[in-house]
């Protein structure tokens, strides 16, 4: 039941659709080829897109008080903000930039933490979705503490996969939100309906590391090659 909903219903419609165009735009960004004119192109319009859901999604939750979904819009403008920040981070001095990102996820875990504790109290497994979104938000936040702490040549190193994993992170986001509000109108089952996408994140992340090793495997077995052909 909303507290108080000043949005008009075609605020909703539009959070909607530009929800559905975030999501389209990542799809076709995995499948693009990386470092490519379309594959940027399509990677901005889902960076653009989620920001924008996640900060309408901040300012609904309010109206009918969803902690979750604060936490998810915060968690996703972080994640967009540092996967962006890391192909720029060639510098090892630490950004206001950063500073930010890193302050909006540990916001995140503080505000999830509260919520399990909120929870505890009412019995059941209430407290398990929170801790677990909080968990994941730790990781992230530990990894930001981490990487401000390499040079620029850690930081060379780390740029691409963090760029992949922040990314991959907010489309499991982007995903979450949507089949969390509408698992009962398809009979999803709760549990599935939360934890499923979340697994977006680790196979995205998995699969382009994986790609990554071989890419660069290959490149040193043909300087080999082409070095003993000398």
Request: glycine letters at 6%.
């Amino acid at each position: 039941m909303n507290i108080w909903d000043p949005f008009h219903p075609v605020a909703y419609f539009l959070h909607t659709i530009l929800g559905v165009a975030g999501i389209l735009g990542a799809i076709l960004a995995l499948a693009m080829t990386k470092g490519s004119s379309r594959h940027i192109l399509a990677g901005r319009t889902f960076a653009v897109a989620a920001t924008v859901v996640a900060g309408t999604a901040i300012a609904f939750s309010f109206t009918s008080f969803a902690p979750m979904a604060v936490a998810s819009g915060v968690m996703t403008l972080s994640a967009i903000g540092s996967a962006f920040l890391a192909l720029r981070s060639k510098s090892p001095r630490i950004s206001a930039s950063e500073m930010l990102t890193t302050s909006l996820m540990a916001f995140t875990v503080i505000w999830l933490l509260a919520g399990v504790v909120m929870s505890l109290p009412q019995g059941g497994l209430l407290w398990i979705p929170p801790l677990v979104l909080a968990s994941m938000a730790a990781a992230l936040l530990v990894n930001d503490l981490l990487f401000m702490r390499l040079d620029d040549i850690e930081r060379q190193v780390k740029r691409l996969p963090r760029h992949f994993s922040r990314m991959a992170f907010a489309l499991a986001i982007a995903v979450h939100a949507p089949v969390v509000v509408f698992a009962d109108d398809f009979n999803i089952h709760p549990a599935l309906a939360f934890y499923g996408p979340l697994l977006i994140w680790p196979v995205i992340v998995f699969y382009f590391r994986m790609r990554l090793r071989r890419g660069l495997y290959n490149s040193i077995v043909m300087n080999r090659v082409n070095g003993s052909a000398r």
